[in-house]
């Protein structure tokens, strides 16, 4: 699959069939987010693949998007500065957005889990052991997906384009 068919295509599936993981795409995704950009090159993040039946029977309770996966990965992070200044969030983020599209490409369905998590994370990071002051930041679930959710509403292009000066519109040279 090409890169914008991969990124147009992809939406978040929260629906999947119970068809196990291999091991070995999920490993794929991982290698997707290490070649992710980090600022300062500084690699702040760690991947707990949860493949097990038993560990991802635990996870399943933390959000409605992970009750029907097969299997997971947890984004872990290590929230430091590097000597520019602090970039842990974009590091994970581009992590993830690496992890949806190499995860659409591979045939599967993901979703980017993060505000459903946020209050459980000290339970996740002692259920997974993430020691401090690692945070367990995102979970992506993946899986075959169960039908494909629509496209939901997304910005109008001409209105949230601009060329050479806010507000100035492609006809109005
Ligand atoms: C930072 C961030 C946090 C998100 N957290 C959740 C979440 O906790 N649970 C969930 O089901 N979806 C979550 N999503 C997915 C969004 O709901 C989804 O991307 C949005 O509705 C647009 O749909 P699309 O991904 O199909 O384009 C999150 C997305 C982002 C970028």
Known sequence: MDT???????RSVRKFRPDPVDRE???????????APSGCNAQLRQYVIVDDVEVMDKLRGFSHALEAAPAAVVLVI????TRFGEFWVQDASAAMQNMLLA???LGYGACWV????????KDIADMLGVPEPLRVWSIMPVGRPDGRPDRPEKSDPDE?????????????R
């Open 160 to 172: 949230v384009t601009h060329f050479n000066a806010f507000g100035r519109k492609a006809d109005r």
């Open 25 to 35: 795409d999920l490993q794929r995704i991982v290698a997707a987010a290490i070649d």
């Open 103 to 105: 995860a659409e490409a």
């Open 4 to 10: 914008l068919t991969a990124i147009h295509a992809r």
């Open 78 to 81: 290590d929230p430091k500065p």
């Open 114 to 121: 993060e505000g459903a998590i946020r209050r459980h994370e």
